[in-house]
Protein backbone atom coordinates (compact mmCIF):
# COMPACT_ATOMS: atom_id res chain seq x y z
CA UNK A 1 0.00 0.00 0.00
CA UNK A 2 1.13 3.10 -0.82
CA UNK A 3 0.24 6.44 0.83
CA UNK A 4 -0.09 10.20 0.02
CA UNK A 5 2.68 12.63 1.70
CA UNK A 6 -0.97 14.38 3.39
CA UNK A 7 -1.29 10.38 4.82
CA UNK A 8 2.02 9.74 5.45
CA UNK A 9 2.72 12.76 7.22
CA UNK A 10 -0.93 11.91 9.69
CA UNK A 11 0.15 8.57 10.40
CA UNK A 12 3.39 9.95 11.95
CA UNK A 13 1.30 12.07 13.97
CA UNK A 14 -0.67 9.86 15.10
CA UNK A 15 1.71 6.67 15.27
CA UNK A 16 2.43 7.99 19.41
CA UNK A 17 -1.00 7.83 19.87
CA UNK A 18 -2.50 5.28 17.96
CA UNK A 19 -0.71 2.22 20.00
CA UNK A 20 -3.61 3.38 22.63
CA UNK A 21 -6.67 3.93 21.36
CA UNK A 22 -9.49 2.04 21.88
CA UNK A 23 -9.69 -1.09 19.10
CA UNK A 24 -12.25 -2.63 20.08
CA UNK A 25 -15.12 -3.99 17.80
CA UNK A 26 -17.75 -1.57 16.91
CA UNK A 27 -21.34 -2.63 17.73
CA UNK A 28 -22.67 -4.43 15.62
CA UNK A 29 -26.58 -4.32 16.83
CA UNK A 30 -29.18 -3.56 14.38
CA UNK A 31 -30.81 -0.25 13.79
CA UNK A 32 -33.75 0.90 16.80
CA UNK A 33 -37.18 2.31 16.47
CA UNK A 34 -39.02 2.44 13.41
CA UNK A 35 -36.52 0.48 11.08
CA UNK A 36 -34.52 3.86 10.12
CA UNK A 37 -30.84 3.91 9.13
CA UNK A 38 -29.21 4.98 12.13
CA UNK A 39 -25.82 7.19 11.07
CA UNK A 40 -22.61 5.16 11.61
CA UNK A 41 -20.47 6.94 14.36
CA UNK A 42 -17.84 9.97 13.18
CA UNK A 43 -20.04 10.15 9.32
CA UNK A 44 -21.16 14.12 8.56
CA UNK A 45 -25.15 14.74 8.63
CA UNK A 46 -26.44 14.78 4.96
CA UNK A 47 -25.97 17.60 2.65
CA UNK A 48 -29.79 19.23 2.11
CA UNK A 49 -30.40 21.57 -0.12
CA UNK A 50 -31.66 24.44 2.44
CA UNK A 51 -28.13 24.00 4.24
CA UNK A 52 -25.23 26.67 4.09
CA UNK A 53 -22.17 24.79 2.78
CA UNK A 54 -18.70 25.34 4.22
CA UNK A 55 -15.58 23.59 2.43
CA UNK A 56 -12.79 23.02 4.94
CA UNK A 57 -10.18 20.68 4.82
CA UNK A 58 -9.95 17.88 6.99
CA UNK A 59 -6.90 15.91 8.40
CA UNK A 60 -8.15 13.30 10.82
CA UNK A 61 -7.51 10.04 12.13
CA UNK A 62 -7.93 6.97 14.49
CA UNK A 63 -6.41 3.51 14.89
CA UNK A 64 -8.47 2.71 11.87
CA UNK A 65 -8.28 4.90 9.86
CA UNK A 66 -6.89 8.51 8.06
CA UNK A 67 -8.26 11.00 6.19
CA UNK A 68 -7.02 13.38 4.63
CA UNK A 69 -9.12 16.24 2.24
CA UNK A 70 -8.11 19.73 0.80
CA UNK A 71 -10.01 22.32 -1.05
CA UNK A 72 -7.45 24.62 -3.26
CA UNK A 73 -9.50 27.36 -4.16
CA UNK A 74 -13.00 28.69 -3.04
CA UNK A 75 -16.49 27.60 -4.60
CA UNK A 76 -18.26 29.60 -1.75
CA UNK A 77 -19.66 32.08 -4.48
CA UNK A 78 -21.23 28.90 -5.96
CA UNK A 79 -23.38 26.83 -3.20
CA UNK A 80 -24.94 24.52 -5.64
CA UNK A 81 -21.22 23.38 -6.51
CA UNK A 82 -20.17 23.60 -2.99
CA UNK A 83 -22.74 21.15 -2.31
CA UNK A 84 -22.39 19.06 -4.46
CA UNK A 85 -18.36 18.77 -4.05
CA UNK A 86 -19.04 18.13 -0.40
CA UNK A 87 -21.14 15.29 -1.18
CA UNK A 88 -18.86 13.92 -2.86
CA UNK A 89 -16.00 14.59 -0.27
CA UNK A 90 -18.95 13.26 2.39
CA UNK A 91 -19.69 10.05 0.73
CA UNK A 92 -15.93 8.62 -0.38
CA UNK A 93 -15.28 9.73 3.22
CA UNK A 94 -18.52 7.54 5.08
CA UNK A 95 -17.78 4.84 2.93
CA UNK A 96 -14.26 4.59 3.84
CA UNK A 97 -14.93 4.83 7.87
CA UNK A 98 -17.59 2.55 7.42
CA UNK A 99 -15.50 -0.09 5.69
CA UNK A 100 -12.79 0.01 8.25
CA UNK A 101 -15.35 0.36 11.19
CA UNK A 102 -17.15 -3.18 10.07
CA UNK A 103 -13.98 -5.16 8.77
CA UNK A 104 -13.19 -8.10 11.26
CA UNK A 105 -10.77 -7.13 14.00
CA UNK A 106 -6.51 -8.37 13.65
CA UNK A 107 -7.77 -11.59 16.06
CA UNK A 108 -9.86 -12.80 13.63
CA UNK A 109 -8.06 -12.60 10.88
CA UNK A 110 -8.74 -8.80 9.77
CA UNK A 111 -5.96 -6.16 9.21
CA UNK A 112 -4.72 -4.15 11.85
CA UNK A 113 -2.95 -1.57 9.20
CA UNK A 114 -5.33 1.71 8.96
CA UNK A 115 -7.70 2.45 6.18
CA UNK A 116 -6.93 5.27 4.40
CA UNK A 117 -8.78 8.59 2.19
CA UNK A 118 -6.58 11.23 0.25
CA UNK A 119 -9.17 13.53 -1.70
CA UNK A 120 -7.70 16.82 -3.12
CA UNK A 121 -10.13 19.34 -4.76
CA UNK A 122 -8.80 21.98 -7.46
CA UNK A 123 -10.29 24.65 -9.03
CA UNK A 124 -9.41 24.19 -12.92
CA UNK A 125 -11.09 27.44 -14.48
CA UNK A 126 -13.48 30.20 -13.20
CA UNK A 127 -15.25 32.36 -15.83
CA UNK A 128 -18.20 34.34 -15.12
CA UNK A 129 -19.75 31.49 -18.29
CA UNK A 130 -18.51 28.22 -16.43
CA UNK A 131 -16.82 27.53 -12.86
CA UNK A 132 -14.89 23.97 -13.11
CA UNK A 133 -13.48 22.13 -10.50
CA UNK A 134 -11.18 18.74 -10.37
CA UNK A 135 -11.22 16.07 -7.32
CA UNK A 136 -8.40 13.55 -7.45
CA UNK A 137 -7.45 10.71 -5.11
CA UNK A 138 -7.52 7.59 -3.77
CA UNK A 139 -9.63 5.45 -0.62
CA UNK A 140 -7.64 2.28 0.61
CA UNK A 141 -9.60 -0.44 2.36
CA UNK A 142 -7.76 -3.26 1.89
CA UNK A 143 -5.71 -5.13 -0.90
CA UNK A 144 -2.50 -4.24 -3.32
CA UNK A 145 -3.68 -0.55 -3.66
CA UNK A 146 -6.31 2.15 -3.46
CA UNK A 147 -9.53 2.32 -5.21
CA UNK A 148 -8.92 5.73 -7.80
CA UNK A 149 -11.25 8.74 -6.61
CA UNK A 150 -11.65 11.29 -9.76
CA UNK A 151 -14.72 13.63 -10.43
CA UNK A 152 -15.10 16.74 -11.96
CA UNK A 153 -17.48 19.39 -11.63
CA UNK A 154 -18.68 21.97 -14.55
CA UNK A 155 -20.93 24.44 -13.12
CA UNK A 156 -22.92 26.68 -14.82
CA UNK A 157 -22.99 29.99 -12.91
CA UNK A 158 -25.80 31.86 -15.00
CA UNK A 159 -28.37 28.92 -15.19
CA UNK A 160 -27.16 28.04 -11.50
CA UNK A 161 -26.93 24.25 -12.60
CA UNK A 162 -24.28 21.36 -13.91
CA UNK A 163 -22.93 20.95 -17.27
CA UNK A 164 -23.42 17.28 -18.05
CA UNK A 165 -21.84 15.27 -20.69
CA UNK A 166 -25.72 14.13 -21.61
CA UNK A 167 -26.84 17.79 -21.68
CA UNK A 168 -23.64 18.61 -23.79
CA UNK A 169 -24.31 16.59 -26.62
CA UNK A 170 -27.60 14.73 -27.16
CA UNK A 171 -26.91 13.37 -30.69
CA UNK A 172 -26.06 10.30 -30.50
CA UNK A 173 -23.72 10.93 -33.79
CA UNK A 174 -21.52 13.26 -31.70
CA UNK A 175 -20.46 10.72 -29.54
CA UNK A 176 -19.36 8.01 -32.09
CA UNK A 177 -17.23 11.29 -33.19
CA UNK A 178 -15.93 11.66 -30.21
CA UNK A 179 -15.46 8.08 -29.85
CA UNK A 180 -13.56 7.21 -32.34
CA UNK A 181 -11.55 10.81 -31.93
CA UNK A 182 -10.28 9.46 -28.42
CA UNK A 183 -10.05 5.94 -29.79
CA UNK A 184 -7.58 7.09 -32.48
CA UNK A 185 -5.40 9.22 -29.53
CA UNK A 186 -5.25 6.16 -27.12
CA UNK A 187 -4.03 3.34 -29.82
CA UNK A 188 -1.48 5.53 -30.65
CA UNK A 189 -0.22 6.44 -27.29
CA UNK A 190 -0.74 2.46 -26.54
CA UNK A 191 1.58 1.18 -30.06
CA UNK A 192 4.37 4.13 -29.17
CA UNK A 193 4.24 2.72 -25.79
CA UNK A 194 4.24 -1.22 -26.49
CA UNK A 195 7.04 -0.46 -29.63
CA UNK A 196 9.50 0.97 -26.90
CA UNK A 197 8.69 -1.71 -24.41
CA UNK A 198 8.12 -5.24 -25.73
CA UNK A 199 10.37 -6.77 -27.94
CA UNK A 200 9.16 -9.87 -28.58
CA UNK A 201 6.14 -10.01 -31.42
CA UNK A 202 4.20 -11.94 -29.97
CA UNK A 203 4.24 -10.28 -26.39
CA UNK A 204 3.38 -7.44 -28.46
CA UNK A 205 0.47 -8.68 -30.26
CA UNK A 206 -0.60 -9.66 -26.75
CA UNK A 207 -0.21 -6.70 -25.42
CA UNK A 208 -2.33 -4.73 -28.28
CA UNK A 209 -4.86 -7.02 -28.06
CA UNK A 210 -5.61 -6.99 -24.32
CA UNK A 211 -5.04 -3.00 -24.35
CA UNK A 212 -7.01 -2.32 -27.30
CA UNK A 213 -10.15 -4.13 -26.08
CA UNK A 214 -10.11 -1.94 -22.97
CA UNK A 215 -9.62 1.00 -25.11
CA UNK A 216 -12.57 0.40 -27.11
CA UNK A 217 -14.47 -1.12 -24.05
CA UNK A 218 -14.25 2.15 -21.78
CA UNK A 219 -14.28 4.19 -25.24
CA UNK A 220 -18.37 3.20 -25.98
CA UNK A 221 -19.66 6.05 -27.75
CA UNK A 222 -22.27 6.69 -24.80
CA UNK A 223 -22.08 10.07 -22.67
CA UNK A 224 -21.42 7.76 -19.32
CA UNK A 225 -17.59 7.07 -20.95
CA UNK A 226 -16.96 10.60 -21.35
CA UNK A 227 -19.28 11.76 -17.83
CA UNK A 228 -15.74 13.12 -16.65
CA UNK A 229 -14.15 16.13 -18.43
CA UNK A 230 -12.37 19.57 -17.92
CA UNK A 231 -12.79 22.49 -20.04
CA UNK A 232 -9.60 23.73 -22.30
CA UNK A 233 -9.87 27.41 -21.65
CA UNK A 234 -8.98 29.30 -25.09
CA UNK A 235 -9.19 32.86 -26.45
CA UNK A 236 -11.47 35.40 -25.38
CA UNK A 237 -12.96 34.07 -22.53
CA UNK A 238 -14.19 30.98 -25.31
CA UNK A 239 -13.35 27.00 -24.79
CA UNK A 240 -10.61 25.32 -27.45
CA UNK A 241 -12.20 22.11 -26.35
CA UNK A 242 -12.40 19.67 -23.58
CA UNK A 243 -10.34 17.03 -21.88
CA UNK A 244 -12.00 13.94 -21.19
CA UNK A 245 -10.45 11.82 -18.16
CA UNK A 246 -10.57 8.27 -17.87
CA UNK A 247 -9.65 6.65 -14.48
CA UNK A 248 -7.14 3.72 -13.87
CA UNK A 249 -9.32 0.77 -15.42
CA UNK A 250 -11.18 2.17 -17.93
CA UNK A 251 -9.23 2.31 -20.88
CA UNK A 252 -6.06 0.82 -19.33
CA UNK A 253 -4.39 -1.45 -16.77
CA UNK A 254 -4.08 0.30 -12.97
CA UNK A 255 -0.43 0.45 -13.59
CA UNK A 256 -1.40 3.20 -16.56
CA UNK A 257 -2.65 5.03 -14.12
CA UNK A 258 -5.39 8.07 -15.28
CA UNK A 259 -5.64 9.13 -18.81
CA UNK A 260 -6.75 11.72 -20.69
CA UNK A 261 -8.02 13.18 -24.31
CA UNK A 262 -8.05 16.72 -25.51
CA UNK A 263 -10.97 16.96 -27.84
CA UNK A 264 -10.71 20.06 -29.80
CA UNK A 265 -13.68 22.58 -30.43
CA UNK A 266 -14.03 22.00 -34.36
CA UNK A 267 -14.33 17.90 -33.40
CA UNK A 268 -17.19 18.96 -31.15
CA UNK A 269 -19.07 22.09 -32.92
CA UNK A 270 -21.28 19.75 -35.08
CA UNK A 271 -22.74 18.14 -32.32
CA UNK A 272 -22.89 20.82 -29.20
CA UNK A 273 -26.77 21.45 -27.71
CA UNK A 274 -27.99 24.65 -29.22
CA UNK A 275 -27.25 26.27 -25.87
CA UNK A 276 -24.02 25.34 -24.67
CA UNK A 277 -22.58 26.50 -28.43
CA UNK A 278 -21.45 30.07 -26.80
CA UNK A 279 -19.26 28.60 -24.42
CA UNK A 280 -16.37 27.17 -27.69
CA UNK A 281 -14.45 29.14 -30.10
CA UNK A 282 -16.56 29.37 -33.20
CA UNK A 283 -19.85 28.85 -31.87
CA UNK A 284 -22.34 32.01 -31.81
Known sequence: MR??????????????TAVGCDRSPPDTAGPTGTGATQPAPGLPDPVTDDQPVVLEDIVEGTSDYLVGISYQGDASAYPGLARRMKAYADSARGEMIQAAQS????????????????????????????????????????????????ARFNWLPARNRMLTAEELVTDP??????????????????????????????ERTRMM????????????????????????????????????????????????GVQTVDVPAN??????????RDLFEGGS
Request: proline letters at 10%.
Open 103 to 150: RPPAEDGGSNAPYDLSLSFVELLRTPQLVSWAADGSSYTGGAHGMPLL
Open 267 to 276: VLMPYISPEY
Open 3 to 16: HTPLIAALMAALLV
Open 173 to 202: AGWKAVSEYAREQLHTRLSQRIDGDASDPA
Open 209 to 256: RSAGRMIDEGTAPEPAQFGEFEPLPGAAGKLRGLRFVFSPYQVGPYSD
